[in-house]
């Protein structure tokens, strides 16, 4: 990945990638990555041996979960650029149109599938973040809140993505599903983000 700066002025230009499906995963990301370092604080200190193999396992899934969601990042990347590709075929004859619709269908049914596992990959995040309230380090509350928010807000960004490319597609039997599929990822995590808000704010009395 280029420098965060550098991902951030792109993202800023008029450039069609990334946009915000990536930015989704970017965020999602920085979820992963302060669930690991909770864990790599609690892994070192004596209070927490008991757990260490715990924590150890904490640490490696929220290290898979950072990969994962960088690859989900460039993969949402490449979807969108297709879709762009595909808008910019000719279609003056009707076997050129018929071409290009066939082309761009595929190409955002790939757009809408991609931000859906994205926010797959929030969830896990967002469900590592509450597993650190099982054994909390009072000194990271809000590092474990902020890993919780991330995550929960990198779901609802992809989940924007994945409606926008349902208004354009004509396989309602897909849309069907993944709306059905997105909608219990929803539900899952507005219930996480919750429960996870809940118990810090009682720890942090």
Known sequence: MKTLDDYLTQLASSAP???GGSAACLVAGLGAALVAMVARICIEG??????????????ETADRLRAA??????????????V?????????????ARERTERLQGALAHAASEPLR?????????????????HPNPH???DVGCAGEFAAAGL????????VNHRYLRDELLVARQRAALERLELRARDGI???RAEIAERGR
Request: charged residues 30%; proline residues 5%.
């Open 17 to 19: 990638t990334p946009g």
């Open 156 to 163: 609802a960004a992809a989940a924007y993505n994945v409606r």
């Open 118 to 134: 994205a926010a797959e990959l929030a969830l896990r995040t967002l469900d590592e973040a509450r597993l650190l309230l099982e």
């Open 140 to 142: 990271l509350l809000s």
């Open 46 to 59: 004596k209070a927490f041996a008991p757990w260490r193999d715990w924590f150890a396992e904490r640490i």
């Open 194 to 196: 919750v429960a996870l």
């Open 69 to 82: 969601l960088d690859d989900a990042r460039q993969r949402d990347e490449e979807a969108y650029a297709a």
């Open 84 to 96: 762009v590709a595909a808008m910019a075929l000719p279609k003056a004859t009707p076997e050129q």
